[in-house]
């Protein structure tokens, strides 16, 4: 099953979950996360060594996917 989380001021909100054989639970993680990158947040997807990749669309098999603000300052 895999998640898109949100951290946010409260620590994190579950957005969406969903399992790639449900197109319905996908579809509508997808559309979650489009939502959200349209806002200018960031997704990074959890790769299966551990390591992490920023992400435009939803990687179906993907156990974790989180959302964040973009770092600013200088």
Same mark, same amino acid.
């Given at each position: ?6 951290? #946010?001021? &409260?620590?994190?909100? &579950?957005?969406? =979950?969903?399992?790639?054989? *449900? #197109?319905?639970? &996908? ?10 990158? =349209?806002?200018?947040?960031?997704a990074?997807?959890?790769?299966? *060594?551990?390591?992490? =990749?920023?992400?435009? =669309?939803?990687?179906? #098999? ?13």
């Amino acid at each position: 099953m895999g998640r898109l989380l949100r951290l #946010d001021r &409260t620590g994190h909100t &579950t957005l969406a =979950e969903w399992t790639p054989q *449900d #197109d319905a639970e &996908t579809r509508r993680a997808q559309e979650a996360l489009a939502h959200e990158l =349209e806002r200018g947040l960031i997704a990074s997807a959890t790769l299966e *060594d551990g390591s992490a =990749e920023v992400v435009r =669309e939803l990687p179906v #098999d993907a156990e974790l996917v989180m959302l964040r603000r973009p770092i600013v300052g200088g």
